[in-house]
């Protein structure tokens, strides 16, 4: 092998190397955020105050999720419980069946599912209709007498709760 092409191999074989080793925290950098499963916070529900006891109350609330470089802000609702005994429910706002929005009927005390007339008691109980399970509760926390949640979706149909 002449020197010339000797030389002409090597500096493109270390050119070549150098140019991997930069590439790859650049790749790494650029295709991570997509792997990357959505990140949710707590997001303000409202004020204990409002909350009257044994009287379901839908709480709206603003929430933003990044999904990678996707950053969104939706307005979202839940229906929250405050119980006699002083302790909160807060129960996602879809039913279990088909993901269709329920509501509460004050003059039945129930919540009823219109799509397929699935009733639901002020605990979330199945009482009947298709179903598979009680309403979705979520995780909640009270900072003084402001109310939090973390927005979370659940698979519909399912007899198991299975988190999206």
């Not at 529900?45 to 909350?51: D, I, K, P, R, T």
């Not at 009733?119 to 179903?131: N, Q, R, Y």
């Amino acid at each position: 092998m002449e020197r010339r092409t000797f030389l002409v191999r090597t500096t493109g074989f270390i050119m070549g190397f150098i140019g991997i080793v930069l590439s790859i925290p650049l790749v790494g950098y650029l295709i991570s955020p997509a792997f990357r499963r959505q990140t949710r916070d707590w997001a303000e529900a409202g004020v204990l105050g409002e909350l009257d006891i044994g009287v379901p109350r839908e709480l709206t609330y603003v929430v933003t999720v990044q999904d990678g470089w996707l950053k969104t802000t939706a307005m979202k609702s839940v229906w929250a419980v405050r119980r006699p005994d002083g302790e909160i429910t807060v129960f996602a706002p879809l039913c279990t069946h088909l993901g269709c929005g329920y509501h509460w009927d004050s003059d039945d005390r129930l919540f009823k599912c219109p799509c397929h007339n699935s009733i639901f008691d002020i605990t979330g109980k199945v009482l009947s209709g298709p179903a598979p399970r009680p309403l979705d509760r979520l995780p909640l926390k009270l900072d003084g007498d402001r109310l939090f949640v973390i927005d979370k979706q659940f698979k519909s149909g399912t007899s198991r709760q299975i988190e999206l």
